[in-house]
């Protein structure tokens, strides 16, 4: 099978160009746009994503990933992001480029991304994918992340700030698909913040924990790295959502309790 075609695109908000990467074609029919969203950090990009999204493009879906300013090939300063200009400049990228029905991927601090964004496009949005999602207290949401030692770092470094994350509360309503994959070591993300985001999603959502035993936190150079399991989560992902109209799964779809994915075992 020949690699989709991915085509480069700019877009500009609020004075920064934003760069980013599209694939699928432009029919006007009822297939999903997935929406690809890189962590934090000098690190962050749309780059060791591109794999990821090259699969979900092979499996019909239209897709699309973009470098947040200050990361990648993007303008701007990482120092003057936040979590509030995330969510808005993935808003107006979706917004010019996305149509029809929205599948949300996340990496670590996107997971929080994610939630906004599930809270804001509603019913629009029929699938999840959170991969190491981090979720942020309500506080923090505005204040410049700067340089690693000023009021953001002091508000996400206070004991339990998280538990009262608005994040938490879109994951709790959310009704669609959701696949939480989760590493078998994460130096970043504590465990117990992963048990709430998985319990949150088990409110409503068909949700299925995908586990990941060899892995690291940063899930998207390991599906870069290993192409069996970053295609066993593009189907999980996708699993339930029918190959024509693409809508939500039908409530308690396929049962009403959560499942988790495993490696299988090697065969002797």
Same mark, same amino acid.
């Given at each position: 099978?020949? +690699?989709?075609?991915?085509? %480069? ?37 749309? +780059?060791?994503?591109?794999? *990821? ?5 092979? !499996? ?12 990648? &090939? ?9 979590? $509030?200009? !995330?969510?808005e400049q993935a808003v107006s990228v979706i917004d010019a480029r996305a149509c029809g029905p929205l599948v949300l991927v996340g990496f670590s601090m996107?997971? #929080?991304? *994610? ?7 509603? &019913? ?26 000023? !009021?953001?770092? &002091? ?10 994350? %608005?994040?938490?509360? @879109?994951? $709790?309503?959310? &009704?669609?698909?959701? *696949? ?11 465990p117990v913040v992963t048990e709430a985001v998985q319990e949150a999603l088990a409110t409503r959502a068909q949700f299925t924990r995908f586990e990941l ?7 998207? #150079? ?25 809508? $939500?799964? @039908? ?10 994915? $495993? ?6």
């Amino acid at each position: 099978m020949s +690699e989709p075609l991915l085509s %480069p695109f700019a877009h500009e908000h609020n004075g920064e160009l934003l760069s980013g990467v599209y694939g699928g074609d432009d029919r006007p029919d009822e297939r999903p746009t997935v929406i690809l969203l890189h962590g934090a950090g000098v690190l962050g990009s749309k +780059e060791r994503l591109l794999p *990821v999204l090259g699969d979900f493009v092979a !499996r019909g879906c239209r897709g699309l990933a973009f470098d947040f300013s200050g990361h990648g &090939e993007s303008s701007g300063e990482l120092r003057e992001l936040s979590l $509030r200009r !995330r969510f808005e400049q993935a808003v107006s990228v979706i917004d010019a480029r996305a149509c029809g029905p929205l599948v949300l991927v996340g990496f670590s601090m996107s997971g #929080q991304t *994610v939630a906004d964004l599930a809270r804001h496009y509603g &019913e629009r949005v029929v699938a999840l994918g959170l991969c190491a999602p981090a979720v942020y207290a309500s506080e923090a949401w505005d204040v410049p992340f700067g340089d690693g030692d000023g !009021r953001f770092s &002091e508000l996400i470094r206070t004991p339990d700030s998280w538990r009262a994350s %608005p994040a938490l509360d @879109a994951l $709790r309503a959310y &009704e669609g698909r959701a *696949v939480l994959a989760v590493p078998g070591t994460d130096a970043v993300i504590p465990p117990v913040v992963t048990e709430a985001v998985q319990e949150a999603l088990a409110t409503r959502a068909q949700f299925t924990r995908f586990e990941l035993p060899e892995a690291e936190h940063m899930l998207g #150079q390991w599906f870069r790295e290993h192409a069996d399991d970053r295609r066993r989560f593009v189907d999980a992902v996708l699993t339930g959502l029918g190959d024509g109209g693409w809508r $939500r799964p @039908a409530p308690g779809w396929p049962s009403s309790s959560p499942t988790t994915v $495993r490696p299988s075992p090697p065969v002797s």
